[in-house]
C-alpha cells in the first residue's frame, strides 16, 4: 500500500476525534460506513444516523479532548484497512454559572478501527475499543 494511502486512512481516525471534541457531530456520522458499527459504551450503533443520534445526547456543558498516540497500520488490502492506536481521553464540564472544571483524564484506550473503501472514501467499518490505562 503507498504510503499517501496510510496517511488518508489515518485522517479518517484523526478526523473522527477532532469532530468529536468540536462537537460536529454531523462530519464525526459521516465518518461511518452505511452499517459501521461503533462499540460505545457497551451498545453496538450501527450507521450514520444511529451515530448522528447517539452524538446529539452528549451532555452540551461537557467538553473532550481525545488525544491519538501510537497510530500503526495493521493490515490492509485495496478496499479494508485495520488502524491500532492508542487514546487518552480528558474532559472538562462548564456548570450553569459558566465555571469550567479543570480537565480530568479519563484513560486511555487501546482502540482498533476497522475501515472500508466505500463510495471511493475510507469509512468506518467497525470502530471498537477497551481499557488500558484506567484514570487514577
Given at each position: 500500500m503507498p504510503s499517501h494511502d496510510v496517511h488518508a486512512l489515518s485522517n479518517v481516525v484523526?478526523?473522527?476525534f477532532g469532530g468529536?471534541?468540536?462537537r460536529d457531530h454531523q462530519?464525526?456520522?459521516r465518518l461511518m460506513a452505511r452499517s459501521g458499527t461503533w462499540h460505545r459504551q457497551?451498545?453496538?450503533i450501527v450507521g450514520p444516523d444511529a451515530v448522528l443520534a447517539a452524538l446529539e445526547k452528549r451532555d452540551p456543558m461537557r467538553q473532550t479532548g481525545h488525544l491519538v498516540t501510537n497510530l500503526w497500520l495493521e493490515q490492509a488490502t485495496e478496499t479494508t484497512a485495520r488502524l491500532r492506536y492508542y487514546m487518552t481521553a480528558f474532559?472538562?464540564?462548564t456548570t450553569a454559572d459558566g465555571a469550567t472544571s479543570a480537565p480530568q483524564m479519563l484513560g486511555v484506550r487501546d482502540c482498533t478501527d476497522d475501515l472500508v473503501l466505500e463510495d471511493g472514501q475510507w469509512r468506518i467499518g467497525c470502530k471498537r475499543s477497551h481499557l488500558f490505562l484506567?484514570?487514577?
Amino acid at each position: 500500500m503507498p504510503s499517501h494511502d496510510v496517511h488518508a486512512l489515518s485522517n479518517v481516525v484523526y478526523r473522527f476525534f477532532g469532530g468529536l471534541d468540536r462537537r460536529d457531530h454531523q462530519s464525526t456520522a459521516r465518518l461511518m460506513a452505511r452499517s459501521g458499527t461503533w462499540h460505545r459504551q457497551g451498545m453496538e450503533i450501527v450507521g450514520p444516523d444511529a451515530v448522528l443520534a447517539a452524538l446529539e445526547k452528549r451532555d452540551p456543558m461537557r467538553q473532550t479532548g481525545h488525544l491519538v498516540t501510537n497510530l500503526w497500520l495493521e493490515q490492509a488490502t485495496e478496499t479494508t484497512a485495520r488502524l491500532r492506536y492508542y487514546m487518552t481521553a480528558f474532559e472538562t464540564v462548564t456548570t450553569a454559572d459558566g465555571a469550567t472544571s479543570a480537565p480530568q483524564m479519563l484513560g486511555v484506550r487501546d482502540c482498533t478501527d476497522d475501515l472500508v473503501l466505500e463510495d471511493g472514501q475510507w469509512r468506518i467499518g467497525c470502530k471498537r475499543s477497551h481499557l488500558f490505562l484506567p484514570a487514577a
